[in-house]
């Protein structure tokens, strides 16, 4: 792109990604927030540094603060909660208290959402916009009842701080009416 970068974000860089392979995608992402951020506010032509990168929350936060934008984007307070349950859809707690994608057909998730096609695809499109592609298929692809709608990479899953908060929330809800009817069963023996 015919940018230079300053030699203390490439250290920083080299750092944050540390020796774990998985957090590449997570860097991919956070440069391309820092280069976008850099574009904004650099007109003079100087390098993509520290404040850049620390700007879009660096790898630690870059893409929860995303697709917090994303969400927070959602025109009404209806078009939100659509989004809180299509993403608790398409996450999936397993018995290791590990999140997964969960990938889903459209219309499930038009019925999950209790909403009309039309309001649960304006929802995902502002998730798979081209400048997010959080969710699959691509922007522009039609979405048929049938059509799998699918988180875009497991990273959002472990990064997005918001979905974090649903997904355990969730969670907790299920562990406390499953304890509950434990102990209604042991009152009942």
């Not at 997570?26 to 700007?55: C, I, K, N």
């Not at 959080?134 to 709608?149: E, I, K, Y």
């Amino acid at each position: 792109g015919g940018a230079r970068i300053s030699s203390r974000l490439v250290q920083r860089l080299l750092n944050d990604v540390g020796e774990d392979p998985d957090q590449l995608p997570v860097l991919q992402h956070a440069m391309m927030r820092t280069w976008q951020r850099w574009e904004r506010h650099r007109p003079d032509g100087s390098p993509l540094d520290l404040d850049d990168y620390e700007g879009v929350g660096t790898m630690a936060r870059a893409l929860s603060l995303h697709a917090d934008e994303a969400y927070l984007a959602l025109a009404t307070v209806r078009s939100r909660r659509i989004g809180e349950k299509l993403f608790k859809r398409l996450t999936e707690r397993g018995t290791d208290s590990r999140e997964t994608r969960h990938p889903t057909e459209f219309g499930e998730l038009c019925a999950v959402a209790a909403a009309p096609a039309a309001e649960v695809l304006e929802v995902i499109d502002k998730f798979r916009d081209p400048a997010r592609s959080f969710l699959m298929p691509p922007f522009g692809s039609s979405l048929q009842d049938d059509t799998v709608v699918d988180i875009s990479h497991e990273s959002l899953i472990r990064k997005w701080e918001r979905l974090d908060r649903w997904v355990g929330g969730e969670s907790n809800l299920f562990q406390f009416r499953a304890g509950l009817h434990c102990r209604i069963s042991r009152v009942r023996s």
